[in-house]
């Protein structure tokens, strides 16, 4: 069992409730923030091991989250990876050159985002759920 920490900073609230499910059902804890104001606050009480993290937040934008929480020193070695609906190759240059370690595009591949988290922990291929309920047994 993983125990990770996920904080999803999004105000999409389906997109909260979709990646939290996926996540709880690959052992990890989930966290939410909704807005740029409450993004770190959250991250400073949760201590999350992983960020998820949208660009496009009311009251400031994925941008200005990243440079506070890098500034913080609980939080400046915490991954974050950023989930954005904006224009993707110009975003995902400046995500990573902001200090983002992974950028995924909205719609969200899942499959890709839940591999790149557990890399990101060491944990090497995730064990999800629904691949082992559909697993074929070998003979």
Known sequence: MSNKKI????????????????????????????????????????????????????AGDGFIVMKRLQNLAPLSGVPVFVVSAREPEASEQRSLAAGAQRYFQKPVDIEGLL?????????????????????????
């Open 7 to 58: 904080l999803i900073i999004d105000d999409d609230a389906d997109l909260r409730r979709g990646l939290a499910a996926r996540l709880r059902a690959n052992n990890y804890e989930t966290a939410f923030a909704v807005d740029a104001v409450s993004a770190v606050s959250v991250a400073i009480r949760e201590r999350p091991d992983l960020i998820l993290l949208d660009l496009g937040l009311p």
């Open 115 to 139: 591999a790149a988290i557990a890399d990101a922990f060491g944990e090497g291929e995730p064990p999800d759920i629904l691949k082992l309920i559909t697993r074929e047994k070998k003979p």
